[in-house]
Nanobody, 122 residues
Framework: VQLQASGGGLVQAGGSLRLSCAASGRTFSSYGMGWFRQAPGKEREFVATISWSGGSTYYADSVKGRFTISRDNAKNTVYLQMNSLKPEDTAVYYC????????????????WGQGTQVTVSS
């Protein structure tokens, strides 16, 4: 599976962005998907995850109620809708595929996209 993340950019605090992650390969619908982020000088951290069917989702406390993960298996794409953005959301966002259930651990995910930069100005 190859993953291509897009949709990042510069936005003011309080604004919104929608990230997309397009996957190649026929097995996309069998994988759980996750979004992670990494700010400069910090470790990569979990953001959100969705099961293979889309029936289960899980979020980091820091984004709960503001971000929504979803997927369209017919389009081989997973999305991250980000609302009420804060400066502390600034990071490179990565999508990942692995397992088939939800997971917040980087070790679950076998495939990673290249990342897309999100910058939130105050």
């Amino acid at each position: 599976v190859q993953l291509q993340a897009s949709g990042g950019g510069l936005v003011q605090a309080g604004g919104s962005l929608r990230l997309s992650c397009a996957a190649s390969g026929r097995t996309f619908s069998s994988y759980g998907m996750g979004w992670f982020r990494q700010a400069p000088g910090k470790e990569r951290e979990f953001v959100a995850t969705i099961s293979w069917s889309g029936g289960s989702t899980y979020y980091a406390d820091s984004v709960k109620g503001r971000f929504t993960i979803s997927r369209d298996n017919a389009k081989n794409t997973v999305y991250l809708q980000m609302n009420s953005l804060k400066p502390e959301d600034t990071a490179v966002y990565y999508c990942a595929a692995g397992g088939y259930l939800i997971s917040s651990s980087t070790t679950t995910f076998d495939y990673w996209g290249q990342g897309t930069q999100v910058t939130v100005s105050s």
